[in-house]
């Protein structure tokens, strides 16, 4: 006899991290996802001098809801957002779960307030598939040495795209991400009608401090 396949939803408790005082004197969210194998405490940690900087932003570091040993049953903990065993279910998990955090987050915010999106890495595709189905529309995503899915729907991820503003990050040593898969990544986007805009540092699979920098100034002058 074959054994059958179901599913049960629960209620599942996430963990997030949040820079900044949340009140309606915030007019900028910054929702940051992480990588693969990393945990949201140590992520949020890199954008501390932005809020530091700005009173009036508050940033959001979600975690991803799956959490393994990096090596072996012990030491070192990191968490992914999905993995390839019933991906379908884990994608609307946690679209689901950064839906929710946002339904409890822009409300106590400014009315005007705007929201940034950046992913890094694993955490590029994850808010990718997460803003097609927001309720609200960021100001710029951020896609951070990663890339939008390429198993998207052309006709969602043009959707999606149209007149907002993607940046693509990438680190001139990334160990990961190729001159031609960022080549791609490009391509793709012009196909859709968006010229992303790209910045580099010298580095590798990493955050970069300066660039970050630069981004938090972009968005500033993007409102003003």
């Known amino acids: 006899m074959t054994a059958q396949e179901h599913h049960l939803p629960v209620v599942r408790t ?12 915030t007019r900028r969210v910054w929702v940051v ?33 799956s959490r393994f040993y990096l090596q072996g049953t012990g030491g ?28 409890v987050v822009l409300p106590q915010a ?20 997460w803003l097609t189905q927001a309720r609200f529309r960021p100001v710029q995503l951020v896609l951070w040495a990663g890339a939008f899915p390429p198993d998207m729907d052309f006709a969602v991820a043009a959707h999606l795209l149209r007149e907002l ?7 001139t040593e990334d160990e990961y991400v190729t001159e031609e ?10 196909r859709v009608g968006v010229e992303p805009t790209i910045r580099r540092f010298v580095g590798k699979h990493t955050l970069n401090a300066a660039v970050l920098a630069e981004l938090n100034e972009a968005e500033i002058a993007f409102r003003r």
């Open 14 to 25: 996430a963990r997030y991290y949040q820079l900044g005082e949340l009140s309606t004197a």
């Open 33 to 65: 996802a992480h990588g693969y194998g990393q945990l949201a405490a140590y992520f949020v940690r890199h954008f501390a001098p932005l809020v530091d900087a700005d009173p009036t932003l508050v940033v959001l570091a979600p975690e991803g809801l």
């Open 76 to 103: 070192r903990v990191g968490a992914t957002w999905m993995t390839r065993e019933d991906r379908l279910v884990e994608i609307n998990d946690y679209v689901a779960y950064l839906n929710q955090l946002l339904a």
């Open 110 to 129: 400014a009315p005007e307030v705007t929201v940034t999106v950046l992913g890094f890495s694993q955490g590029a595709a994850t808010v990718s598939r």
């Open 165 to 171: 503003p993607v940046t693509l990050v990438c680190g």
């Open 181 to 190: 898969a960022l080549e791609q990544q490009r391509s793709f986007f012009r």
